[in-house]
Every structure is written in structure tokens, then in C-alpha cells.
């Protein structure tokens, strides 16, 4: 399904525009303050002529409210642009965009010149990244994704293969394999947004996420049989899972790529949406999950993570699970609130 959504703003231009990264992200953000800054003294010099002008006529109790409703206005304005700059201004990573918006972090991969291919930085990016996910407590759900019209990421760089040894080769999924892991076993939300090529270590890296939304110009495939190799990013493993056998076989032996729509029919992804709407989407589905109990979410994820696990019991995991969000406050607040017929206000505890 292509779905539409009435407010047609270019989400992945402003995100290109607007979101920028690091350095660039607190120049910008001090400029506004700076400028925030000079409107307030203009207004503070302008409600001071007004004063002298209207000194001892009836009108001063007009001049001084007005007064009064700018300069509480600047100050407001000023603590929004103060507090975005706190939540804009994060580590900057050589290969990544990110922003912190409303306990949502965006990661872009910025290497769009190369279609945003995995090279070794972007992976030891994306570890750091994932590290501020689990750490940082004002982050709540995540959004990856590829910065530019084309690509969330074109495979693994194939430039880094030259000369590659078994040992290296070992070392490199190895080292894939622990972040994309760690992507997702994370106990906060990750989805995809899957803006163009997801081929090779793209469409691992979008598999690993816990959902994916794909752009209509969208297009996955695992060609890595052209390179004389397999996926080595949990490729053979998540798109079974995701896919089931016979269609994963298909894909991983004819190196095929697939459209969006055909994505979605096979369960690749889970939406196909206009690609100016497409970091919307993703938002509106995470800000959806943010208003839910935050242990019963990490534990939704452990649980499905369960059915995957050699020697483990996903029912089993469900019964513990289950139990172990029956003590928390977060479940003695979800059930008041409904008997109480009132929005629950979940505290993650
Ligand atoms: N690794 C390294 N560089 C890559 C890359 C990859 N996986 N995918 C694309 N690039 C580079 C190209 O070399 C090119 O760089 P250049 O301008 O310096 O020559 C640039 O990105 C643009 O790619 P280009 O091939 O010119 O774009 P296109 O629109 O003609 O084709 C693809 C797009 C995705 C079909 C094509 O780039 C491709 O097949 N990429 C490799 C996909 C792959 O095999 N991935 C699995 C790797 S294990």
C-alpha cells in the first residue's frame, strides 16, 4: 500500500536542509540565538521610545503592557531556540548526521557522493551512535536512514575489498555483525527509513532494525553473488526470517533487486509511503510508540528476540517476561488509568 498522508512536506529535504549535523547544527543554532538576541534589544530600545513618547498621556498603561507582551514573547522564543540547541548539539560523527528531536534520534548516513556505502567509519560510526542510543536517557526511539534522493546505503564498501585476506574478511563481518546486532537487540525502537538503494549491507542494516519504511523509489536486494561472495552482515539469517525460505533462497542466489511494492508484498518491509513523507512517517509511528509504557516495549523486543535464540523458550520468555512488567509502577499505571478512564502517564519504571 502507498500510503498518503495530507501534509505534504518534504521531510527528507528539510532533513537535508535543516538537520545539520554537529559543528554546522551549533553554528546555526547560535546564529539564531544571536539573532533572537538583536530582536529582543530592538524591541527593549523601541518599548523605551514608546515610554518617553507617551510619558504622562493616557496611553502609557497601553505602552507599558505592550511592553511587557514582547518581552515575555522574546524570552519565550529564546528558551525554545536555548532548548533545541541542547538537544541539537551532540557528538559529531565523520560519517553521520544526527539530531535528538523530541527523545527521537535521527542517524544519517552522510556519505552520499558513494551512496552512503558501509566503509569501516560509517560502521564504527554507527557502534558510537548505537552506544548513545542505549546511553543517553533523553533518546527514546531511533530513526536510520541515507542522506540524499538515492541511497539508505548501497552495500558494504566494495572499494575496501581489494586485497581483502580470510582474516580480514572474518574481522570485517565479524565487526558488521556486532554492531548490526547490537542495533537490534536495542531495547528502544529502531525503525528503517529506507529512502532509496538498500542493497547488499544496506538491506542488512535496514533488516536489523525492528521495522522499516520504505520510500516509494525504494529498492533492496542482496547482489553480493555478483562479488563472488554472500551477505556477510546477518544477511542470510534476518531475511529468512523476514521473508521466509524460498523467497530469501531467490533473492540470495539471483542477486535480484526488488522495488518498494514488491518489498513490501514479501514482508521485506512493513509500509511503502511518498518519499517526501517518509521521515514523517517513521516519526509519527515512533511518537505513537513513545506514549506507551517504555519497560513493556524493550520487553516486546526481548520477547520476538526470543523466538530466535538457539536453546531458548520463546514462550517460556514471555511467561518471565510478562510477570516481570507486572511489578512495575508503568503496569499499576497503565490499568488505573483505564479504570480511571484517563491518559496513562507512564514514568519507564
Ligand atoms: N561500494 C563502494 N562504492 C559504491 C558502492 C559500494 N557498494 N555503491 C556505489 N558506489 C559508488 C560508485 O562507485 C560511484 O562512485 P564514483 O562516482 O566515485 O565512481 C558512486 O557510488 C555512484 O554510484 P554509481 O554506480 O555511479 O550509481 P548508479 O546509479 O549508476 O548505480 C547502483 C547505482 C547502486 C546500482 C550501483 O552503484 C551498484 O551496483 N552498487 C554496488 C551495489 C552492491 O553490489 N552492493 C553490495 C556490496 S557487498
Excluded: W
Amino acid at each position: 500500500m502507498l500510503r498518503s498522508t495530507s501534509k505534504a512536506t518534504s521531510a527528507l529535504a528539510s532533513l537535508n536542509t535543516c538537520l545539520a549535523p554537529g559543528l554546522e547544527a551549533k553554528a546555526q543554532t547560535e546564529k539564531v540565538v544571536i539573532a533572537a538576541k538583536v530582536v529582543n534589544t530592538f524591541f527593549i530600545i523601541a518599548c523605551f521610545c514608546c515610554d518617553v513618547f507617551y510619558y504622562g498621556s493616557k496611553h502609557k498603561m497601553v505602552s507599558l503592557f505592550c511592553k511587557k507582551i514582547l518581552q515575555i514573547t522574546v524570552v519565550l522564543v529564546l528558551s525554545q531556540v536555548e532548548n533545541r540547541k541542547i538537544t541539537s548539539i551532540m557528538k559529531s560523527y565523520q560519517t553521520l548526521n544526527t539530531e535528538l528531536s523530541e527523545g527521537i534520534f535521527t542517524i544519517i548516513i552522510n556519505r552520499e557522493e558513494k551512496l552512503n556505502a558501509l566503509n569501516r567509519q560509517v560502521i564504527s560510526d554507527l557502534d558510537d551512535a548505537i552506544n548513545e542510543l542505549y546511553n543517553n536517557t533523553e533518546i527514546r526511539a531511533c530513526i536510520i536512514t541515507g542522506k540524499g534522493p538515492k541511497a539508505f546505503a548501497a552495500g558494504a564498501d566494495i572499494a575496501e575489498f581489494k586485497g581483502l585476506t580470510k582474516d580480514e574478511g572474518a574481522a570485517l563481518a565479524r565487526r558488521g555483525h556486532d554492531v548490526f546486532n547490537r542495533i537490534e537487540l536495542s531495547p528502544k525502537p529502531v525503525i528503517a527509513a529506507v529512502n532509496g538503494f538498500a542493497l547488499g549491507g544496506g538491506c542488512e542494516l535496514a533488516m536489523a532494525c525492528h521495522i522499516r519504511i520504505a520510500s516509494e523509489n525504494a529498492k533492496f536486494g542482496q547482489p553480493e553473488v555478483n562479488l563472488g561472495i554472500i551477505p556477510g552482515y546477518g544477511g542470510t539469517q534476518r531475511l529468512v526470517q523476514l521473508i521466509g525460505k524460498g523467497k530469501a533462497f531467490e533473492l540470495l542466489m539471483t542477486g535480484d533487486t526488488i522495488d518498494a511494492v514488491c518489498a513490501e508484498r514479501l514482508g521485506l518491509v512493513n509500509d511503502v509511503v511518498l518519499t517526501v513523507e517518509l521521515l514523517e512517517v517513521c516519526r509519527a509511528i515512533l511518537q505513537k510508540i513513545n506514549t506507551k509504557a517504555p519497560i513493556a516495549i524493550s520487553k516486546v523486543i526481548e520477547c520476538v528476540h526470543a523466538h530466535f535464540k538457539d536453546g531458548i523458550d520463546g514462550f517460556d520468555t514471555e511467561i518471565d517476561v510478562f510477570s516481570s512488567c507486572v511489578a512495575t509502577e508503568d503496569f499499576v499505571e497503565g490499568t488505573n488509568a483505564f479504570l480511571e478512564k484517563r491518559k496513562a502517564n507512564f514514568k519507564g519504571k
